[in-house]
């Protein structure tokens, strides 16, 4: 019989609830949920509740809350989400200076417990995240991904593509923007189109602004698409920050981008012909990534 899958999940928040029940559901394997010490029993509590509704969603995977790397031994994925979440009136870059302290400190313990295993980082600011990630790890740039879903959301017959960094600056290409085959820009008026590309740049925001926190079922979700195509080596087109060196004109950062995700995890970035005025707002993009590594590199 083979070896279950083992999915780790970095952080117990609202985003590694909806994770460890996404994954479960999904059959995708075991599942470990960990957090600081001083969150071991909200990390344990809610492996319990999800534990218990085995029986009426049928799945068989064992789920472990705990507070020490060593349990995330063996892993094949591991989901970070730890990190303090954006709060109203706070950009991405506020949180940088937070959040970098705890990303070096749990990029460590995967280094150490769980060198072979797929990285996806969802922690804000994602950009900066997942390059220190990637950074600290020394992992193959294949192995580390940053997710991003608003990169290529899918909804029925509706696919979309945006370019960029994860935030204000992202790109959407309305080329590349269908429904059903059909480009967008032929079924929607300029007017309306310029009010969506508005709400999808400032989305996190609005949701923040809202309910007090960032989002989570999106996320939640998009990570667990990325995860399932790699156990189970699908060779999906999928949106991710992914490490860079030439792909766009862009060496040395992570950039939201269309790639493929297999059983070696980004298979390939996939380039995408852009017009003059996408490849400019890219350039922007990519621009503010590179200040936020800068001032990373700094702290």
């Known amino acids: 019989m083979p070896q279950r899958r083992k999915i780790a999940l970095i952080g117990a928040g609202n985003i590694g609830g909806e994770l460890a029940a996404a994954a479960a559901r999904r059959q995708l394997g075991d599942v470990v949920l960990l957090d600081i010490p001083e969150k071991e029993g909200v990390a344990k509590g809610k492996a319990l509740d999800l534990a218990q509704t085995a029986a009426i969603e049928g799945f068989d995977a064992n ?35 937070i959040n970098l302290k705890i990303i070096r400190s749990v990029a460590e313990g995967i280094k ?9 980082v969802i ?10 990630m990637k950074k600290v790890t020394g992992f193959a740039k294949q192995k580390v991904i940053g997710m991003a879903t608003e990169l290529g959301v899918s909804i029925k017959d509706v696919r979309t593509l945006v370019l960029g960094g994860h935030g204000d600056t992202m790109v959407p290409c309305l080329s590349y923007c269908t429904v059903n085959g059909v480009p967008v820009t032929q079924k929607i ?35 667990i698409q990325m995860a399932e195509a790699f156990l189970k080596a699908e060779n999906r087109l999928l949106a991710c920050a992914a490490y860079l060196e030439g792909e766009y004109g862009y060496t040395g ?6 790639v493929v995700i297999g059983a070696n995890g980004i298979e390939r970035v996939i380039e995408v012909q852009l017009s003059a005025e996408e490849k400019a707002q890219l350039d922007k993009s990519a621009a503010a990534v590179k200040e936020l590594i800068e001032a990373a590199a700094k702290l």
């Open 253 to 258: 950062m992570y950039i939201g981008v269309p």
């Open 123 to 132: 922690s804000n600011p994602l950009d900066a995240m997942v390059h220190e």
């Open 189 to 223: 008026s300029k007017e309306r189109i310029a009010e969506i590309v508005k709400r999808t740049a400032g989305g996190g925001g609005e949701i923040v602004a809202l309910m007090g926190t960032s989002a989570f079922y999106a996320p939640a979700l998009g990570a």
């Open 112 to 120: 150490k417990h769980a060198p072979g295993a797929l990285v996806i």
């Open 63 to 97: 789920i472990k809350g705990t507070s020490n790397y060593e349990d995330i031994a063996g892993s094949d994925v591991v989901i970070v989400t730890a990190g303090v979440p954006r709060k109203p009136g706070m950009s991405r870059d506020d949180l940088l200076s």
